[in-house]
């Protein structure tokens, strides 16, 4: 399956949804590029923190980053940010433009642009000076923003971040250290990210945090009372946090709460921006919010939240995570919300259709490489008469449908010891086909009754509201999702969404 997303019909789509909702105030989760959406929908000094973890290859080598447009500075394929940001006619372009407009981010563009050539790594940096400026803008004045990075970029970006917010604004370089394989045999391991902490006035908001005490203080103060140091200690507060943080490790295949998505960073570490940055009932922004983490804390510490994110598994992914969290005050801009809208999807981004017709119903799209997926393109966990979770299993058709795709299904949820399989296709099922999935018999809960094996719905059905029948439908999207195993436990050998 090949296709290009089309960023001009999210635009549109947004900008039509956005006049039907004029005056939304609250969550919103926005589809589309992030600079259109903040240019033309966030207010200006209506958001009291940003957290950005603008999608950069960590892994890659400095040779294939710095690499030059025609290869002459590597033999390998410019693949570090291949996806979005490589040196061309558009980076060229936003670089001038970005210029032309003059001021310290217009020096240090064409400073890095004497330093750097026509690199991957200028247009990054071109691609981030807009949105920085962006960022700053909807910021109030008692605002922050915390810029996760690696050290590949980190002193490129506190470069930028100076120009946007000036020098004086910085607070403070944050290293997040934590354990992981892969270390090399010429070099120390790299294992920790930078996270810059700008604010934008002299009177932002930050609530110190805490941590435990090392063990060596806590024994000192049995020893000698609670002054330490000539400082009075508060033992059960803890003591106050610096900025490098080790008490939380990266997320690895184990860890509960991973989804599978490359550049998911634990809860732990946004509770604690979170709560540092963004005072009770303020508005936390994510401009590249990926598989949704700082949506989901915000949600949890009852902060207003804004998401913006280009892809439809993002998207996908978050109304997945908001479901399971019971989630239903929010607005999405930019989806499909009518058939046509569905088609246009379909045709310019297949697999965005995929992702996004999974979000109709909370549904998680499936760990695997494209291709990889043996007849599952998503799944939904829940509870009846046990404490057991059961499983949906979800298949999704953007062409014409067969009656063998039906029996594919069945053969599928045989396979996975599933309860009930779903079927949603762009186009009307086939009688046929309808015939064959009514064949396929009944799921039993004791406590909620029988409910069909085999479900065929469609995009234009779930458009207009119907759900899949299932155990404990209820909730804002129809159904109980119960938190799903992790990748590695339901295919341990599939690689992860890249």
Known sequence: MTGQACPDCSAERVSRQAREYPGVAGNAL???????????????????????????????????????????????????????????????????????HGGRVAEALTAFQTLLGPSTMLAYLTMMAPRLAQLHRVLKPTGSIYLHCDPTASHYLKLLMDAVFGPERFENEIVWGYRGGGVSKKRFGRKHDIVLFYSKGDEHYFEPQYTSYSPETLKRVQKKGLRVNRTEIDVSRGAHLQDWWTDFNSLQTYSPERLGYPTQ????????????????????????????TTIAVAERLKRHWIGIDLTALAISLIKSRLTAAGASDYKVFGEPTTADDAVELAKSDPYGFQWWSLGLIGARPAEGKKGADHGIDGRLFFFDDDANSKQVIVSVKAGKVQVSHVRDLVGVLDREKAQIGVLISLNEPTGPMRSEAASGGFYGSRLF???PRVQLLTVAELLAGQTIKMPNAGNAQGMTVALPPTPEEVHPGQMTLG
């Open 30 to 100: 926005y589809y589309g590029d992030n600079l259109d959406v903040l240019r033309r929908y966030v207010k200006d000094e209506t958001v009291d923190l940003v957290y950005l973890d603008p999608p950069f290859n960590s892994n890659a080598t400095y040779s294939v980053l710095f690499a030059h447009a025609d290869g002459s500075r590597s033999s390998a394929q410019i693949k570090a940010f291949e996806d979005t940001w490589h040196w061309d006619q558009a980076a060229a372009e936003s670089f001038r433009e970005t210029v032309r």
């Open 265 to 292: 960073k634990p809860e732990a570490l946004l509770n604690r921006i979170v709560t540092a940055s963004c005072p009770p009932g303020g508005t936390v922004l994510d401009p590249f919010c990926g598989c949704g």
């Open 449 to 451: 009754g029988q409910f």
